[in-house]
């Protein structure tokens, strides 16, 4: 590979060795990706060929999840390995049963990438979206591994689109096949001479639809403002966007609200509970209001409570069905975090300005069911008519559910070309 790309893979992986000693997140995925190979060993027999997904995060994860399901239903004797880059993939997946090994991966770089894939040995490696790792692509098409890209989307900002992108544009003719998600990355690829495309769509639709289907109970929630539901969910929060909310929620008392931080510690869920007027509680909390039965215990009284804050992962997605407004964190920070997790039930999207990098938001803005913030102002009015318009809010609702019904069908398209 470049010489260059291996100095600057070598730096960044020398940087995040010093960041981990002030942060405990890059600490965990240093840590993480010293036990990788030694996890594979305990997990894998010699011999086994397992089918590797790599997914950077939490929502390629979602995005991947789909195939691997539907691989676990039609192949159960198959060995199956997940990897993470990013520790909040990994710290929230790190136990899911669907696969027989969940690890980081070790940093691109050549030594680490061979240590890793002579014990991994898989007989297929599918990549999620953005995750193109040269060492790693170069390895497996060396090995004669084959690998696949999936629900990727490209725009003609990227390196490989460039007069200086030769070195990555090489890297994607190392795929044996790249499966979009639209006619615009089928065009920018075939303008690279990159053909060996097919425009599938998004699995994500097909993953929030399997959620709605199968929502997690969670105790006491159909009582929640005396049965009406909240009139707000904000999931995927981060102080940012907090920043351009909470004033709203301060000033419209009546509103009632979930609030689900993207990541928290015990002093976040704090100060972020002390920062809201009422009665404000953690669902944890909520939950133990009621009985078994489901019914609210003597000494409780739910009607009091006005808003519920989330402190425990893996629940955002039932709760989406509780609201009639969603707001999608993010926006106001490095980009806007799933909004098919809402627009599938039916209600209207809300989120800041950065979300060119996601299709979905995009078409959803242009057809009228999601509405992009530039400032506190925008957020404020946006919240405000929402919850208060019912027609426009039920309109905006039903132009996101039809959406996300008309984009189902992605795993079916890619799994019979992967696994024939």
């Given at each position: 590979?470049?010489?260059?790309?291996?100095?600057?893979?070598?730096?960044?992986?020398?940087?995040a060795?010093?960041?981990?000693?002030?942060?405990?997140?890059?600490?965990?995925?240093?840590?993480?990706?010293?036990?990788?190979?030694?996890?594979?060993?305990?997990?894998?027999?010699?011999?086994?060929?397992?089918?590797?997904?790599?997914?950077?995060?939490?929502?390629?994860?979602?995005?991947?999840?789909?195939?691997?399901?539907?691989?676990?239903?039609e192949?159960?004797?198959?060995?199956?390995?997940?990897?993470?880059?990013?520790?909040s993939?990994?710290?929230?997946?790190?136990?899911?049963?669907?696969?027989?090994?969940?690890?980081?991966?070790?940093?691109?770089?050549?030594?680490?990438?061979?240590?890793?894939?002579?014990?991994?040995?898989?007989?297929?490696a599918?990549?999620?979206?953005?995750?193109?790792?040269?060492?790693?692509?170069?390895?497996?098409?060396?090995?004669?591994?084959?690998?696949?890209?999936?629900?990727?989307?490209?725009?003609?900002?990227?390196?490989?689109?460039?007069?200086?992108?030769?070195?990555?544009?090489?890297?994607?003719?190392?795929?044996?096949?790249?499966f979009?998600?639209?006619?615009?990355?089928?065009?920018?690829?075939?303008?690279?001479?990159?053909?060996?495309?097919?425009?599938?769509?998004?699995?994500?639709?097909?993953?929030?639809?399997?959620?709605?289907?199968?929502?997690?109970?969670?105790?006491?929630?159909?009582?929640?403002?005396?049965?009406?539901?909240?009139?707000?969910?904000?999931?995927?929060?981060?102080?940012?966007d907090?920043?351009?909310?909470?004033?709203?929620?301060?000033?419209?008392?009546?509103?009632?609200?979930?609030?689900?931080?993207?990541?928290?510690?015990?002093?976040?869920?704090?100060?972020?509970?002390?920062?809201?007027?009422?009665?404000?509680?953690?669902?944890?909390?909520?939950?133990?209001?009621?009985?078994?039965?489901?019914?609210?215990?003597?000494?409780?009284?739910?009607a009091?409570?006005?808003?519920?804050?989330?402190?425990?992962?893996?629940?955002?997605?039932?709760?989406?069905?509780?609201?009639?407004?969603?707001?999608?964190?993010?926006?106001?920070?490095?980009?806007?975090?799933?909004?098919?997790?809402a627009?599938?039930?039916?209600?209207?999207?809300?989120?800041?300005?950065?979300?060119?990098?996601?299709?979905?938001?995009?078409?959803?803005?242009?057809?009228?069911?999601?509405?992009?913030?530039?400032?506190?102002?925008?957020?404020?009015?946006?919240?405000?008519?929402?919850?208060?318009?019912?027609?426009?809010?039920?309109?905006?609702?039903?132009?996101?559910?039809?959406?996300?019904?008309?984009?189902?069908?992605?795993?079916?398209?890619?799994?019979?070309?992967?696994?024939?």
């Amino acid at each position: 590979m470049n010489p260059i790309y291996n100095s600057i893979i070598g730096l960044y992986s020398f940087g995040a060795g010093v960041a981990a000693m002030r942060s405990a997140k890059i600490k965990k995925m240093i840590e993480g990706q010293m036990v990788a190979v030694e996890t594979l060993r305990e997990k894998l027999a010699p011999g086994d060929r397992p089918i590797w997904f790599h997914a950077a995060s939490l929502g390629e994860f979602e995005q991947g999840r789909p195939m691997i399901e539907r691989l676990r239903r039609e192949h159960p004797a198959c060995k199956i390995v997940l990897s993470f880059f990013s520790p909040s993939g990994y710290e929230v997946r790190k136990n899911y049963d669907k696969v027989d090994a969940v690890v980081y991966l070790p940093f691109d770089k050549k030594k680490e990438v061979d240590k890793f894939l002579d014990v991994l040995n898989p007989s297929i490696a599918i990549f999620i979206k953005y995750e193109i790792w040269p060492n790693y692509l170069e390895a497996l098409y060396n090995r004669d591994i084959p690998a696949y890209l999936i629900s990727a989307i490209f725009r003609r900002s990227q390196i490989y689109f460039k007069s200086y992108g030769t070195m990555m544009r090489n890297v994607l003719k190392l795929f044996k096949h790249i499966f979009v998600q639209d006619e615009d990355s089928e065009k920018l690829l075939s303008g690279i001479d990159i053909n060996n495309v097919t425009i599938a769509g998004d699995t994500r639709f097909d993953r929030v639809t399997d959620v709605m289907k199968s929502t997690v109970d969670i105790p006491g929630m159909t009582q929640f403002n005396k049965g009406r539901g909240a009139d707000l969910i904000f999931g995927s929060s981060w102080a940012e966007d907090e920043q351009h909310y909470i004033e709203w929620l301060n000033n419209n008392l009546s509103a009632t609200f979930i609030i689900a931080p993207h990541e928290f510690d015990d002093e976040r869920l704090k100060k972020l509970r002390d920062s809201i007027t009422g009665n404000v509680v953690y669902l944890s909390q909520y939950e133990k209001m009621f009985r078994n039965d489901g019914q609210p215990s003597r000494s409780s009284d739910p009607a009091l409570i006005r808003g519920i804050i989330v402190d425990s992962f893996g629940k955002l997605s039932s709760l989406y069905r509780f609201a009639r407004v969603a707001y999608i964190g993010g926006g106001f920070g490095v980009g806007i975090h799933n909004i098919n997790e809402a627009a599938v039930y039916g209600i209207p999207i809300v989120f800041g300005p950065k979300f060119a990098k996601f299709k979905e938001a995009r078409d959803l803005v242009k057809r009228g069911g999601a509405f992009a913030c530039q400032n506190k102002a925008d957020v404020q009015a946006n919240l405000s008519r929402l919850t208060l318009d019912e027609s426009a809010r039920n309109e905006a609702g039903k132009i996101a559910g039809d959406y996300i019904k008309e984009n189902i069908g992605a795993t079916d398209q890619i799994f019979p070309k992967i696994f024939k």
